[in-house]
């Protein structure tokens, strides 16, 4: 008589069956804390763009743009900032701002060593000492240009106010110093009285200007009888919000050119847009989070779906949407919502409410600073910081509500699995012995099937 039964699959069966309810009790709570964890960092994320949105647009101070340029855009580029007044200013641009620039032509191949020192200064200042006497670094016995450019370009305290470079040009090899800043302080001088070779000291004193170290003079109004503007770089910023950076002078006797400082339709549209943007982002995150599903269309619930905590979310940022604030409100600016929640903008509608009042846009976002915390951007950074803080956002705060749930779900299967392998092993134990007594009997059995037929 054969043996019926397995004892090991027989032990797991009975095993399974006994931890069967606990582990489907626990399997289902950990699924659902690790979808919490999965929606959370989706969510935080979603609420961390968001928020680095509005601190950009904050960072801008102005929701309104403003646009500058020049009437001759030979003269230069001009850009505004938030600071900026519309209006129209006649400039003349006398200089450009040049740094300076020297060569030193056919420098003699010295023979080593070289004492003394080489002294380098700006605008009448002493600036930095080269020192030649290791400048060999070939070990030829010379010292050449090439490593007397190296000298420069890695003395104490050059920290790279001039640069040295090697030209070679029709045959003549110049070593060329150049100034890395700009304006008439940038003039370079050099004292060679030290060197001990009279031809190196001839030839340090007698350098070629390639470019003059120049100021940038520009008039505000007429050449002689505007306001002067000098300075050591060719980018102004004389004029509130303005930034002006010129490229070349005007001739002689011509006319000032025209600064236009005017509004920016299609940067402010741009601003607004990029608020929307971020908004309908954020929107599109939360709408997957609570959708309610239906198990008729084959629609999954999003995680959040029955949470109170994150519907009281959407329905705070739809209410800071609708306020009003200085009288305004973005509906006013074109900014409508559909039936999802989702933004649009209509630019004409901005354009004309701009036109009627030119700072309202402004008094309606606000500002997100920490400490002019203003409007809608103001608002709406406040409430992530409550959703957001490291320390006692909401999001962290759940966060570790769920990490204990899932760490006592795990102690939990640690526990259940040792129950399980403490029940296959006790039945594994019996079964076997079942299995055993069982493989006797039919043993015996054959023994007397075997005896009666002899008999």
Avoid: C
């Avoid at 003549?172 to 800043?181: A, N, P």
Wanted: proline share 2%.
């Amino acid at each position: 008589m054969a043996t019926s039964f397995d004892p090991a699959s027989t032990a797991t069966s009975l095993a399974t069956a006994y931890t069967q309810a606990a582990q489907a009790q626990l399997t289902a709570q950990t699924q659902r804390a690790q979808a919490q964890s999965t929606g959370l960092t989706k969510l935080q994320s979603a609420l961390r763009a968001f928020d680095s949105a509005v601190s950009a647009l904050s960072g801008k101070k102005s929701m309104v743009q403003h646009a500058a340029s020049f009437a001759d855009a030979s003269v230069g580029t001009a850009t505004a900032s938030a600071g900026a007044q519309p209006g129209s200013y006649p400039l003349f641009v006398e200089e450009v701002a040049a740094a300076h620039q020297i060569a030193f032509t056919d420098l003699p191949a010295v023979p080593v060593p070289v004492t003394g020192t080489l002294t380098i200064a700006q605008g009448g200042v002493a600036a930095f000492n080269v020192n030649f006497a290791t400048a060999d670094l070939d070990n030829n016995g010379t010292l050449s240009q090439a490593e007397m450019a190296r000298a420069i370009n890695s003395a104490a305290d050059n920290d790279g106010k001039v640069t040295a470079s090697v030209v070679t040009a029709g045959g003549s090899t110049q070593l060329v110093l150049s100034s890395t800043s700009t304006g008439a302080a940038s003039e370079i001088t050099l004292d060679a009285s030290t060197l001990s070779d009279a031809t190196l000291q001839a030839k340090f004193g007698a350098g070629t200007t390639l470019v003059a170290a120049k100021d940038a003079i520009v008039w505000l109004g007429a050449k002689d009888t505007g306001v002067k503007l000098q300075q050591a770089s060719n980018t102004f910023t004389a004029i509130d919000g303005v930034s002006m950076t010129f490229k070349q002078a005007m001739a002689v006797g011509a006319a000032p050119t025209t600064l236009t400082v005017a509004g920016d339709d299609a940067g402010t549209a741009s601003n607004v847009q990029n608020f929307i943007d971020a908004y309908n982002t954020l929107n599109s995150t939360l709408d997957a989070l609570t959708r309610a599903g239906s198990a008729a269309d084959g629609v999954t619930a999003g995680t959040f779906a029955s949470d109170a905590s994150i519907r009281a979310l959407r329905t705070r940022l739809n209410d800071m949407l609708r306020q009003q604030t200085g009288g305004v409100r973005l509906a006013d600016f074109g900014v409508a919502a559909d039936r999802d929640g989702k933004l649009t903008l209509d630019q004409t509608k901005l354009k004309a409410q701009l036109d009627a009042a030119p700072d309202s846009l402004d008094t309606l976002f606000g500002s997100a600073s920490p400490t002019a915390s203003s409007g809608l951007l103001g608002a709406m950074d406040k409430y992530m910081d409550a959703w957001l803080n490291s320390v006692n956002g909401k999001i962290v705060v759940r966060q570790e509500s769920v990490q204990s749930i899932q760490k006592s779900a795990a102690a939990r299967q640690t526990r259940l699995d040792k129950q399980y392998d403490n029940a296959y092993q006790r039945y594994l134990k019996q079964f076997t012995v079942l299995q055993n007594l069982q493989a006797q009997m039919a043993e015996t059995s054959s023994m007397f099937d075997a005896l009666s037929v002899n008999s």
